[in-house]
């Protein structure tokens, strides 16, 4: 059977009053675009990413990059509606140069624990070992050993997984991508009945 799987661009969140400080990290240029979210702010469901990534190809035309088709391919493939989840990031600008990454992400992360609080998720869900040693405050939190089982941050159950982009470089991950995935959508519609 042939699945009907489209990509498509997530409309971006508006950047709240809070976020204009945001302006003052490193990795802000001139010609940044702060990315606070994209999806449903009123979603059950918020997956972190380390960065927005890119937006626009060469030309200037918005498109959608490889890291969020596999994850809305997975979220298709699990029947998590793209109505249920809100995607936003640990950088809120995507790095165009070298930068100071312990510096970055130690300036960028309490906007992400503001924006949590403001937003009240049911569920949180770390993409890639940035945002889980970001988010579980340890260097050595790999997602290879936290995965597969349900963890808590900041009050909320979470999830952790491979980064979209780790899976479309290593396949094999592929189905450890939608264990993962499947694990969500069961407890997320467990939940609703």
């Known amino acids: 059977m042939e699945s009907s799987f489209e990509p498509k661009l997530w409309i971006e969140d508006k950047l ?4 204009e400080g945001y302006r003052k990290c490193e990795i802000c240029t001139e010609k940044s675009r702060v990315i606070w ?4 702010p009123k979603a059950p469901v918020m997956i972190i990413l380390d960065n927005p990534g890119a937006r626009e ?19 298709d493939e699990a029947n998590i509606a793209p109505d249920d989840i809100y995607v936003t990031y640990l950088l809120k600008c ?39 040693q970001a988010m579980f405050d340890d ?20 999830m952790v997984s ?4 780790a899976v479309r470089r ?11 995935w499947d694990m969500l959508a069961r407890r997320l519609f467990a939940e609703r009945q």
């Open 16 to 19: 709240p009053k809070e976020a």
């Open 37 to 40: 979210g994209e999806g449903n």
């Open 57 to 75: 190809d060469k030309y200037g035309n918005a498109y959608v990059c490889g890291t969020r088709q596999t994850l809305q391919r997975a979220l």
């Open 94 to 132: 995507r790095p165009l140069r070298r930068y100071n990454k312990e510096e970055a992400r130690a300036f960028s992360k309490p906007f992400l624990i503001q924006q949590i609080a403001v937003m009240q998720p049911e569920f949180i869900v770390c993409l890639g070992d940035i945002v889980v």
């Open 139 to 158: 260097r050595d939190a790999r997602v290879k050993d936290l995965r597969g089982v349900w963890h808590e941050i900041l009050g909320r159950p979470c």
């Open 162 to 165: 491979y980064h979209p982009l």
């Open 170 to 180: 290593r396949p094999n991950l592929m189905r450890l991508f939608m264990e993962d």
